[in-house]
């Protein structure tokens, strides 16, 4: 799965310097040179990180961090506010506008994707590489594998997303429409019944090994992975 981060910064060098490590790093770059634009892009589609550069013309990036926080769209949207004010009311300032982390210019790329991963581990636990494991369940996202006590299982690519999400937030509770922005990406138009068909399907691919069982029907309001009986 392709992470989308967005990358709002006016300096074309430094938004140059971004846009290469990440590419590089595979991960799919947007970028916005002020707020208004990046809004515009959040508006489009929801990246899975922003990187926001405090000195922007305009809207200021903590006005632009403060701004999706407040939005239900976005408001769960991982931000990495950039700066080079480093003192710490600058930083308390930046954190209480909503980032979730603060990296001091001059920084080196690889600080700055140490910083997105780390963030990306915490927030999108889906959107990584690291395998998970559930029961005996196990699903490899770099192979796209998944074994049930060790076995190999089929599992279709849409079933093979909702598994991983199911998996990395497990014990919780999803509604169709949640599952829907997660699984298949927000401002899709896709009926919710659509996600009935996906389940009663990685159910069918999970039963050879009787994991179907860990997929439970909340009934009136979505669908769980959970370890407990039902
Ligand atoms: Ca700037």
Not at 22 to 50: I, K, M, S
Not at 128 to 141: F, K
Not at 177 to 206: K, N, P
Request: hydrophobic share 40%; glycine share 6%; aromatic share 4%.
């Amino acid at each position: 799965m392709s992470v989308d981060i967005l990358v709002v910064e006016d300096e074309p060098a430094i938004q140059e310097l971004i846009a290469v490590n990440l590419e590089h790093a595979g991960y799919r770059v947007r970028l916005a040179r002020d707020a208004e634009r990046a809004l515009d892009l959040v508006q489009g589609a929801l990246p899975d990180v922003t990187i926001i550069d405090w000195m922007l013309p305009g809207i200021s990036g903590v006005a632009l961090a403060r701004r999706l926080r407040s939005e239900a769209r976005s408001r769960n949207l991982p931000i990495i506010l950039l700066t080079a004010r480093g003192s710490e009311a600058d930083k308390i300032e930046g954190l209480e506008a909503g980032a979730d982390d603060y990296v001091t210019k001059p920084f080196s790329p690889r600080e700055l994707l140490a910083r997105i991963k780390a963030l990306l581990r915490r927030r999108s636990p889906q959107a990584t590489d690291d395998p998970v494991e559930i029961a005996g369940l196990r699903l490899e996202p770099g192979t796209r594998r998944v074994f049930g006590d060790r076995t190999p299982l089929e599992v279709g690519p849409t079933e093979f997303r909702l598994l991983h999400y199911l998996m990395t937030h497990a014990e919780r509770v999803h509604t169709r429409s949640q599952l829907l922005d997660q699984v298949w990406g927000d401002h899709v138009f896709i009926e919710e019944r659509t996600v009935d068909v996906h389940i009663r399907r990685l159910r069918q691919a999970l039963e050879a090994t009787r994991h179907d069982r860990l997929i439970q029907t909340v009934r009136g309001s979505g669908y769980r992975l959970s370890t407990e009986s039902a």
